[in-house]
């Protein structure tokens, strides 16, 4: 079956300008989670969804990144004002449910930079 | 709350040699453990978990893993490298943040280079 698709696969933009960035999880999926991954960073947790729940936004860095997630599918990341230091690989992961034993699947990520 | 530790950021083995990826976790109660791999531009791949059942765990391309509570570890094997092995690889904790809902924790990762 599909696994987590992300797009774009890359995005260049100029600083100030605003991007979203888009994950559709597999099918079924009720969990979906945001990281981002920056050179010679580990893998920063940014923000999660559960169904109907309210998103746990504790990664969240500013006010200038946001996301939602739509009909509790598809979700989009959007960062605002950007800065070169939010250049980096943004990864989507989905899981069926929040149990400490399900394993997440992850998309290819979207490499995005900031000139 | 959990934490988890790769004990080496860098590892190289000669193809066709045994490849050992360490990892050292810290848990409260008992955890769920997962092994990823990366591959550049590409999203992590789940290798294996442990979730409480048998303790040596197998997973995908020839890697297994073997929980050891007494030493809190979780090691990555692979008795013969291979090219393709080449990537980055995640120890991953699962912790408990709230009744139900749990959240990774994931280690700094450990680069594996292959020599020809």
């Known amino acids: 079956g599909a696994g987590v698709s992300q797009s774009p696969s890359n995005k260049v933009t100029e600083k100030g300008k605003d991007v979203e960035l888009r994950c559709d999880p597999i099918?079924?999926?009720?969990?979906l989670y945001w990281y981002r991954q920056s050179l010679g960073q580990g893998l920063e947790f940014l923000i999660y969804f559960q169904g109907n729940s309210a998103p746990d936004k504790s990664g969240l860095p500013s006010d200038r990144f946001s996301a939602e997630r739509t009909g509790g599918s598809v979700s989009t990341l959007t960062i605002q004002r950007t800065q070169q230091e939010d250049s980096a690989v943004y990864l989507c992961a989905s899981s069926v449910g929040t149990g400490g034993n399900q394993p997440q699947h992850f998309g290819d990520g979207t490499r995005l930079s900031i000139l | 709350a959990q934490s988890v530790t790769q004990l080496d950021s860098h590892v190289s083995v000669s193809e066709g040699t045994p490849v050992l990826l360490r990892c050292n976790y810290s848990?409260?109660?008992?955890?769920?453990l997962f092994w990823y791999v990366q591959h550049p531009n590409k999203g992590l791949q789940l290798l294996l978990k442990?979730?409480?059942?048998?303790?040596l765990v197998k997973g995908i391309n020839g890697f297994e893993a073997e929980f050891k509570k007494s030493e809190t570890s979780f090691h990555l094997t692979k008795p013969s490298a291979h090219m393709s092995d080449a990537a980055e690889y995640f120890c991953v904790v699962s912790d408990l943040i709230n009744s139900g809902t749990y959240k990774y924790i994931f280690g700094t990762g450990t680069r594996l280079k292959v020599l020809a």
């Open positions: 099918s079924g999926h009720t969990a």
């Open positions: 442990y979730t409480s059942a048998a303790t």
């Open positions: 848990s409260s109660y008992s955890p769920s």
